[in-house]
């Protein structure tokens, strides 16, 4: 954030907390309105913040109700692809719990819908959503509450300010587990580092023999999933709940669990498949594809399915040396 935006972060966030709690309370919105910063700004310094905060962020919308049982501050897409909808804790710690968790079950149960609304080519509706709350009042009820719900998708930002001689500067620091997304080798890191011991071999077999398809695979990657993108689209995607791994390649993104390397056979022989017909989409069909490393001899065409006879008569040799 710039200096000037700095102040109007933590304005930002306090007015909308005030905006919610004046909704709650019944006051009249023009009693609201009189009492708050212009609605524009808040929410500019609300992005600012949010935008320093998770980098790689694409505010797609502000102000959000959701058919009456469901609202956000903005909606954004996180660099893996991923929505966000931002939401910014009322002054009842017990009252935000409850409306991250309605928050998240709709975003969960319209992901498609919501990225029909948004209309953004990042959004990937087959990611479950992100909800992050921003609590002005850095509430330590609230972080421990929700904190148990990181793994679900949700994260709790409180809003510290530093003063110095240098001038005034608020910013969202993070209160529980943080789950930036992050390109290539640090996203693949990131979310094999978060896999259970148990998953950590089959994980790292997946992810090394996914990363030897094609150069031109991008991967984008945090604690809980990864995908795989080819010139912009994807082409598989890799999610970690609790102790299961799951594994979807396109088009049908049909989630598959990975336990052993055999399991990892079928994923990679499905995504090379996808991959080749992505970039030649006049092959033969049912054509039996493997990852290049894997090639033996096996993978060879049967003998007798073409002629053991030789290259060329004597006849033409003869002609050749002539």
């Given at each position: 954030?710039?200096?000037?935006?700095?102040?109007?972060?933590?304005?930002?966030?306090?007015?909308?907390?005030?905006?919610?709690?004046?909704?709650?309370?019944?006051?009249?919105?023009?009693?609201?309105?009189?009492?708050?910063?212009?609605?524009?700004?808040?929410?500019?310094?609300?992005?600012?913040?949010?935008?320093?905060?998770?980098?790689?962020?694409?505010?797609?919308?502000?102000?959000?109700?959701?058919?009456?049982?469901?609202?956000?501050?903005?909606?954004?897409?996180?660099?893996?692809?991923?929505?966000?909808?931002?939401?910014?804790?009322?002054?009842?710690?017990?009252?935000?719990?409850?409306?991250?968790?309605?928050?998240?079950?709709?975003?969960?149960?319209?992901?498609?819908?919501?990225?029909?609304?948004?209309?953004?080519?990042?959004?990937?509706?087959?990611?479950?959503?992100?909800?992050?709350?921003?609590?002005?009042?850095?509430?330590?009820?609230?972080?421990?509450?929700?904190?148990?719900?990181?793994?679900?998708?949700?994260?709790?930002?409180?809003?510290?300010?530093?003063?110095?001689?240098?001038?005034?500067?608020?910013?969202?620091?993070?209160?529980?587990?943080?789950?930036?997304?992050?390109?290539?080798?640090?996203?693949?890191?990131?979310?094999?580092?978060?896999?259970?011991?148990?998953?950590?071999e089959v994980g790292e077999e997946l992810t090394q023999r996914m990363s030897r398809l094609d150069e031109e695979l991008l991967a984008t990657g945090d604690a809980g999933s990864l995908v795989w993108r080819l010139h912009g689209e994807v082409l598989a995607r890799f999610a970690c709940s609790g102790d299961?791994?799951?594994?979807?390649?396109?088009?049908?993104?049909?989630?598959?669990?990975?336990?052993?390397?055999?399991?990892?056979?079928?994923?990679?022989?499905?995504?090379?498949?996808?991959?080749?017909?992505?970039?030649?989409?006049?092959?033969?069909?049912?054509?039996?594809?493997?990852?290049?490393?894997?090639?033996?001899?096996?993978?060879?065409?049967?003998?007798?399915?073409?002629?053991?006879g030789p290259i060329l008569t004597d006849e033409e040799i003869r002609a050749f040396q002539a």
């Amino acid at each position: 954030m710039t200096p000037g935006d700095d102040t109007e972060t933590s304005e930002a966030a306090h007015s909308a907390r005030g905006r919610r709690a004046g909704k709650r309370s019944g006051r009249s919105s023009a009693t609201t309105e009189e009492a708050e910063l212009d609605p524009s700004g808040v929410l500019a310094a609300l992005e600012a913040g949010v935008g320093e905060a998770l980098p790689g962020l694409e505010i797609l919308d502000r102000d959000l109700v959701f058919d009456q049982v469901g609202r956000a501050d903005l909606a954004a897409v996180d660099a893996l692809g991923r929505l966000v909808l931002v939401l910014v804790a009322g002054e009842d710690p017990d009252q935000a719990v409850l409306d991250a968790l309605d928050l998240l079950a709709y975003a969960r149960t319209n992901t498609s819908l919501l990225a029909r609304h948004f209309g953004s080519r990042r959004s990937d509706p087959g990611l479950e959503p992100r909800v992050v709350v921003v609590d002005p009042a850095c509430d330590e009820r609230l972080a421990v509450r929700l904190g148990a719900l990181s793994s679900a998708g949700v994260e709790v930002f409180g809003v510290r300010t530093l003063r110095s001689a240098a001038g005034e500067r608020a910013y969202l620091v993070a209160t529980g587990r943080e789950s930036a997304a992050a390109t290539g080798e640090g996203g693949i890191r990131a979310f094999l580092d978060a896999l259970p011991l148990p998953l950590q071999e089959v994980g790292e077999e997946l992810t090394q023999r996914m990363s030897r398809l094609d150069e031109e695979l991008l991967a984008t990657g945090d604690a809980g999933s990864l995908v795989w993108r080819l010139h912009g689209e994807v082409l598989a995607r890799f999610a970690c709940s609790g102790d299961h791994l799951t594994a979807s390649v396109a088009p049908h993104h049909l989630p598959a669990a990975v336990r052993r390397s055999a399991d990892v056979d079928g994923v990679l022989e499905e995504a090379l498949a996808r991959l080749v017909a992505e970039l030649d989409p006049t092959g033969p069909p049912g054509a039996r594809w493997v990852d290049r490393d894997d090639f033996e001899e096996a993978d060879l065409p049967p003998r007798g399915s073409v002629s053991d006879g030789p290259i060329l008569t004597d006849e033409e040799i003869r002609a050749f040396q002539a």
